[in-house]
């Protein structure tokens, strides 16, 4: 069984950086059986929506918003994919969600909360 957990949220001030972590059981990050990994965000009354990913090929796709200020990364050995977020906006406040996405099915983490303080 595939499980997700995520780590590293908090609150911090505008200008601000935090860094999250995702840990993945039940699956490798060295297989060829996982199609993307990445970040998804979720303010309160928004969709949710793509941060940053990998793709299969290994090459990352940021959201508009996000780009110059955040960096995914992995550490296939940890089974670990990273969010490092500088230069917080109030606006990137949501829950941060970690996706695991195989050739069987999606999966995802159970959250974690980001906040900036303005």
């Known amino acids: 069984q595939v499980q997700l957990v995520e780590s590293g949220g908090g609150l911090v001030q505008a200008g601000g950086s935090l860094r999250l972590s995702c840990a993945a059981s039940?699956?490798?990050?060295?297989?060829?059986?996982?199609?993307?990994m990445g970040w998804y965000r979720q303010a309160p009354e928004k969709q949710r929506e793509l941060v940053a990913a990998?793709?299969?090929?290994?090459?990352?796709n940021y959201a508009d918003s996000v780009k110059g200020r955040f960096a995914i990364s992995r550490d296939s050995a940890k089974n670990t994919v990273y969010l490092q977020m500088n230069d917080l906006k109030p606006e990137d406040t949501a829950a941060y969600y970690c996706?695991?996405?195989?050739?069987?099915?999606?999966?995802w983490g159970q959250g974690t909360q980001v906040t900036v303080s303005s």
């Open positions: 996706n695991v996405r195989t050739i069987v099915s999606t999966y």
């Open positions: 990998f793709s299969r090929g290994g090459s990352t």
């Open positions: 039940g699956v490798s990050f060295r297989t060829n059986a996982i199609n993307a």
